[in-house]
C-alpha cells in the first residue's frame, strides 16, 4: 500500500501539490504500521520485511529530494540527502555483521545522543517526522523552480505565523537527525571495517 501511495502521489507531484503531501505523508505515517505488523508477527520472513520497509522509506524520501534539489539552489543541499538515503542499506548490513538484530540496538553506543534518539521513542519519532514535515512545507512554499533555500526559510521563519513555528520545530528536528545520520554512517563504517579486518586473519 505504501508504494502504490507513494507511486501515485509522485505521478502527481506537481500537478496537485496538495494531493501528493497528503499522500506522501499518509505513506511515511504507515511507517509506524508496517514496522509494528513486522515485529508481530515475527514471520521467517521478517529480515525481509524489515529490509524492504527500510528500502520503501529511504527511496521515498531520496525522490522527494531530488524533487526539491531541482526547486531550490544550492540543490547540493538535497542531493547530500539523497546520499544519506542510500548509505541506510550500509546501516542494514553492518547491523548483521556485527550480531545485532536491529540497527536501534544501541547497549554499546558511546554516544549520548545516539542512546537518547533510540532510547526514547517520542524524541526518535519527534526528529523523523520533522524531517518529512520539512520537505513537504519546503515544496509546498515553493513558488517557482529557481527559489534561493535560505531566502525562503529565513522569510517564511521570520512571519511569525503558525506556518512560522511549524518550520522552526522542523528544522530543529531535522538537524538532530543529521548529526544522528553522520553518527550512524561513522558507526556502520568502523563496523565493516572491523569485519573484513577479522575475516582476512581467520585462518
Known amino acids: 500500500m505504501r508504494v502504490v501511495l507513494n507511486c501515485i502521489a509522485f505521478d502527481v507531484y506537481f500537478s496537485n501539490k496538495t494531493l501528493f503531501s497528503l499522500l506522501y505523508f499518509f505513506s511515511f505515517c504507515c511507517d509506524a504500521v508496517d514496522g509494528w505488523c513486522a515485529r508481530k508477527f515475527n514471520t521467517k520472513f521478517l529480515h525481509l520485511e524489515l529490509f524492504l520497509t527500510l528500502v520503501t522509506d529511504r527511496v521515498s524520501t531520496a525522490c522527494l529530494l531530488v524533487i526539491l534539489s531541482q526547486i531550490y539552489w544550492p540543490s547540493l543541499v538535497f542531493l547530500s540527502g539523497t546520499l544519506f538515503c542510500n ?57 517557482n523552480h529557481t527559489e534561493n533555500l535560505m531566502n525562503v526559510v ?46 582476512q586473519h581467520k585462518p
Open 87 to 143: 548509505l541506510y542499506i550500509c546501516i542494514y548490513l553492518s547491523t548483521f555483521l556485527s550480531g545485532k538484530t536491529s540497527h536501534k540496538d544501541v547497549k554499546d553506543s558511546t554516544s549520548w545522543l545516539f542512546t537518547l534518539y533510540y532510547g526514547n521513542r517520542m524524541f526518535m519519532g519527534y526528529c523523523c517526522v520533522s524531517c518529512e514535515v520539512l520537505y513537504i512545507i519546503l515544496f509546498l512554499i515553493a513558488e
Open 154 to 199: 529565513v522569510e517564511s521563519v521570520t512571519q511569525f505565523s503558525p506556518l512560522s513555528l511549524l518550520l522552526a520545530l522542523s528544522i530543529f528536528g531535522w538537524s538532530i537527525k543529521q548529526i544522528i545520520n553522520v553518527i550512524q554512517m561513522k558507526t556502520a563504517a568502523d563496523v565493516c571495517v572491523l569485519y573484513d579486518i577479522e575475516k
